[in-house]
């Protein structure tokens, strides 16, 4: 999704990140910041507005029916993208558990008996990516001496 947006228009993940832009102005007296209304919007207001509705309609079709459902009621694109993150995420401990399960399944990796080199490889590819879209990086060295390390003696020159 984040490079899906930043391929739309970098300013998006801004928009994301940051939170909707506010159009706001400076009262007379007392010098107090307050929002403009619609009709005091320039240009550059109306171009940020867009912009809010741009994200928010990216993530939006970004989503199936049941992401939509709990992410409804969200207003700002902010609020949507910390639902959605939760969601694929999860917490500090959920993301660790995730972790932890993994590992022990690398670590237990094993090729099966009827088992093809490419569906050997699919499998170990997709724990691998697992790892990656929980930011946990696995160095290539590892990685190959895990695939040399698994295969049966039949592979052996």
């Known amino acids: 999704m984040h490079d899906f947006i930043m391929d739309e228009d970098s ?4 928009v994301i990140c940051d939170g909707p832009f506010v159009h706001t ?3 007379a007296n007392p010098a107090v910041i307050v929002p403009k209304t619609r009709k ?12 809010n509705f741009r994200a928010k309609k990216i993530l939006v079709c970004g989503i199936g029916p049941n992401e939509y459902n709990r992410i409804s009621a969200c207003q700002s694109t ?3 993208w910390k639902v959605l993150q939760t969601d694929h995420e999860g917490t500090t401990q959920v993301k660790q558990s995730k972790i932890d399960m993994l590992t022990t399944e690398y670590e237990l990796f094993r090729m ?3 088992e093809s080199i490419q569906d050997m490889h699919t499998r170990f590819t997709s724990i691998v990516n697992e790892f990656h879209s929980l930011e946990e990086i696995i160095s ?3 990685l190959v001496r895990k695939i040399l390390s698994i295969l049966p ?3 052996e020159s």
Do not use: C, G, P, Y
Not at 44 to 49: E, L, N, Y
């Open 11 to 14: 300013e998006l993940w801004d």
């Open 25 to 27: 102005k400076t009262s």
């Open 40 to 51: 005091e919007f320039n240009d550059v207001d109306r171009k940020a507005i867009e912009k």
């Open 78 to 80: 902010k609020e949507i």
């Open 112 to 114: 099966k008996d009827d």
């Open 140 to 142: 290539r060295n590892k």
């Open 153 to 155: 003696s039949s592979w």
